[in-house]
């Protein structure tokens, strides 16, 4: 099983569409989880960080479940400028080798 | 800005010809990593540094190597790139303990032909 896993994409979705996509990841005792975004050819930009809590930034919409070990990504009202490729990050539990896991990402295709 | 800066942008180099890649970082972060893009992948880290500390993925090639002289830079040297290491190259930083976030370079795009 991979350290994190998740939907395989891409997904094509018209504009003003809700969308969510799920990424697990296999080490229990992760620490802390993001999602980050990227655009083709550029470098992967923070989107937000999850908390077991939930938390929500404007369209945006992250959630953390420890207890199926599952982070989600919930995007309303989605926009053209939306179209990226979107990538879950876990972080193991702190060591001074910390080691930073992504996922291989989820292609995301708003069309107008 | 604080920021993370990688240079050069784009590098195109002949197979088997030694290449450098650069990246240099205003933000003080103890951690600095190497990753490995390639088209429609995921960031595949290479090794990082926590302070001094080198830290090797265990399927890194040799062929890979990696200096950081001071908290500041930090170099990833190709010995002989192959074809294959046509990729993009990405450095990041982090402060290390929980909640640690990743801040990335614009990336060096490599071309080996």
């Known amino acids: 099983r991979k350290e994190v896993e998740q939907d395989p994409g891409p997904f094509n979705v018209p504009e003003g569409a809700t969308v969510a996509f799920n990424c697990t990841y296999s080490?229990?005792?992760?620490?802390?989880f993001f999602w980050y975004r990227q655009d083709c050819r550029k470098e992967p930009k923070l989107l937000m960080s999850?908390?077991?809590s939930g938390n929500e930034d404007g369209r945006f919409t992250a959630q953390l479940n420890r207890a199926s070990q599952y982070i989600s990504l919930l995007i309303r009202d989605s926009k053209l400028s939306d179209s990226a490729t979107y990538l879950c990050?876990?972080?193991?539990?702190?060591?001074?080798?910390?080691?930073?896991?992504f996922g291989s990402g989820t292609r995301l295709s708003i069309r107008p | 800005d604080a920021m993370v800066i990688q240079n050069p942008r784009y590098q195109v180099t002949q197979f088997g010809k030694p290449v450098t890649l650069s990246c240099s970082q205003t933000?003080?972060?103890?951690?600095m990593y190497w990753y490995q893009q390639k088209s429609s992948q995921a960031p595949k880290l290479l090794f990082h540094y926590y302070d001094k500390d080198f830290n090797n993925e265990a399927d890194t090639p040799d062929n890979f190597q990696s200096r950081r002289p001071n908290t500041s830079f930090c170099f990833l040297d190709i010995r002989s790139p192959g074809l294959g290491d046509t990729a993009m190259y990405l450095c990041?930083?982090?402060?290390?303990?929980?909640?640690?976030?990743?801040?990335f370079g614009s990336g060096t795009q490599l071309s080996v032909l």
């Open positions: 990041a930083t982090s402060l290390p303990g929980l909640g640690e976030k990743l801040f």
């Open positions: 999850v908390y077991s």
């Open positions: 080490n229990s005792a992760s620490q802390s």
């Open positions: 990050v876990v972080n193991p539990p702190y060591s001074s080798a910390s080691k930073i896991i």
């Open positions: 933000l003080n972060h103890n951690v």
